[in-house]
């Protein structure tokens, strides 16, 4: 089976710093591209970023550039998010998902998707 689990969520104060991990299993990781996105309370599932198969091409949603950072180790099977300088409006539930070729932002070309883990940030 494909599955894949969010972990490293959790509290954390303004301006400082959290790492996400997603563990996948089940798949050919190391061909799938794999995209970060997240949704607040109220707003809409957005694009955070995004990184192909081996590792060479990243895409950032325009609100996290120069702050976030996707990586993965296809040894592990495992892609992370660094996030550092939070603010407020980092505030979301995070979700790792798993496309196919390209490391594209747009929801609809990711097949899988983890449960979420909750990230909230204080002042």
């Known amino acids: 089976q494909v599955q894949l689990v969010e972990s490293g969520g959790g509290l954390v104060q303004a301006g400082g710093s959290l790492r996400l991990s997603c563990a996948a299993s089940g798949r050919d990781f190391s061909s799938s591209a794999m995209g970060w996105f997240r949704q607040a309370p109220g707003k809409d599932r957005n694009f955070v970023a995004s990184?192909?198969?081996?590792?060479?091409?990243?895409n950032y949603g325009d609100s996290v550039k120069g702050r976030f950072i996707i990586s993965r180790d296809n040894a592990k099977n495992t892609v992370y998010l660094q996030m550092n300088s939070l603010k407020l409006e980092d505030t979301a539930v995070y979700y790792c998902?798993?496309?196919?070729?390209?490391?594209?932002?747009?929801?609809?070309?990711?097949?899988?998707w983890g449960q979420g883990t909750q990230v909230t940030v204080s002042s």
């Open positions: 998902a798993a496309g196919g070729v390209f490391p594209v932002a747009s929801a609809n070309f990711y097949a899988y």
């Open positions: 990184i192909s198969g081996n590792g060479l091409s990243t």
